[in-house]
């Protein structure tokens, strides 16, 4: 399963753990160099460190065109909603998960 993870916090980290413990490729995509290089230490994980995470190139990096599952899990309520909206109907991602709040 290839998974692409918008944002780079607590909650994405640990969510990076688990689902990097169950053998799925990930990509976390943020801005926030610290948490990506605790991330990146997990086997099967892959960073984007981006200025702008919601340029669609950045997504075309981290491989939207390829995955199977999107989770926009960044701090901003407002940007998770719209990166998800582009997850799902610009590059049809099947499994789009947005988190709020």
Do not use: W
């Not at 490729?25 to 801005?31: A, H, K, Q, S």
């Not at 997990?42 to 995470?53: D, I, Y």
Request: a negative charge; charged letters at 20%.
């Amino acid at each position: 399963m290839r998974v692409l993870i918008y944002g780079c916090n607590r909650l994405s980290a640990s969510l990076v753990a688990d689902l990097a413990g169950d053998g799925a490729e990930i990509t976390v995509l943020g801005g926030e160099r610290d948490c990506l290089e605790s991330v990146v230490t997990h086997p099967g994980v892959r960073v984007v460190l981006t200025a702008e995470p919601m340029m669609q190139d950045y997504l075309q990096e981290g491989g939207i065109d390829h995955a199977d599952v999107f989770l926009a899990m960044s701090s901003d309520d407002h940007q998770n909603i719209l990166v998800a909206q582009i997850a799902k109907h610009i590059f049809n991602v099947p499994k789009v998960v947005c988190h709020l709040g």
